[in-house]
T-cell receptor, first 113, second 111 residues
Framework: DTEVTQTPKHLVMGMTNKKSLKCEQH?????MYWYKQKAKKPPELMFV???????INESVPSRFSPECPNSSLLNLHLHALQPEDSALYLC????????????FGPGTRLTVL | QQQVKQSPQSLIVQKGGIPIINCAYE??????FPWYQQFPGKGPALLIA?????SEKKEGRFTISFNKSAKQFSLHIMDSQPGDSATYFC??????????FGTGTSLTVIP
């Protein structure tokens, strides 16, 4: 099973809402990632969790708050987002952060009104 | 600063043609070079990857050519099919930490 699942597939939220994105993998991977992707652009790394600890935060605004409750789950909590935060949010995982192959989920299409 | 430069931005070929997508990098510390394929509304999927100790790698109809001295690598798609129409991203990483993606190439294969 090389699948990374993400829920929800689509999310529309207002600027005052609080919502969460969820990512799950059952491959035994110990590194998990959040990326943001705008249309026709490459994915931009936001956060890296290695062995359930935040190892990289690419200067992401605090309105995005990641959480890794266990080695299979990764959440991204959203609060007070801006319309420019509308994008495809991708989760990925790899065996560990020093291994090369990252497996991406299908993404959550987020629209901020 | 773009760590990995990718060209062309878009590419249209006839079915059966061999589209070639090129990428170039400057950082000689990069040691892993994957290519990802992405369909609209989907996440990127790893297509094929190469390390700098080999000059070519083939997997099915996909071939990576790697030129270490020129710091360039390219993706060739043999006998391209309409189902190959997608956006392709090259990437580079050091020890699997932090992937640097190219800007993407939108490929259209005309039946």
């Amino acid at each position: 099973d090389t699948e990374v699942t993400q829920t929800p597939k689509h999310l529309v939220m207002g600027m005052t809402n609080k919502k969460s994105l969820k990512c799950e993998q059952h491959m035994g991977h110990r590194a998990m990632y959040w990326y943001k992707q705008k249309a026709k652009k490459p994915p931009e790394l936001m956060f890296v969790y290695s062995y359930e600890k935040l190892s990289i935060n690419e200067s992401v605004p605090s309105r995005f708050s990641p959480e890794c409750p266990n080695s299979s789950l990764l959440n991204l909590h959203l609060h007070a987002l801006q319309p420019e935060d509308s994008a495809l949010y991708l989760c990925a995982s790899s065996q560990d952060s020093s291994r090369d192959t990252q497996y991406f989920g299908p993404g959550t299409r987020l629209t901020v009104l | 600063q773009q760590q990995v430069k990718q060209s062309p931005q878009s590419l249209i070929v006839q079915k059966g043609g061999i589209p070639i997508i090129n990428c170039a990098y400057e950082n000689t510390a990069f040691d892993y070079f994957p290519w990802y394929q992405q369909f609209p509304g989907k996440g990127p999927a790893l297509l094929i990857a190469i390390r700098p100790d080999v000059s070519e790698k083939k997997e099915g109809r996909f071939t990576i050519s790697f030129n270490k001295s020129a710091k360039q690598f390219s993706l060739h798609i043999m006998d391209s099919q309409p189902g190959d129409s997608a956006t392709y991203f090259c990437a580079a990483s050091i020890n699997g930490n932090q992937f640097y993606f190219g800007t993407g190439t939108s490929l259209t294969v005309i039946p």
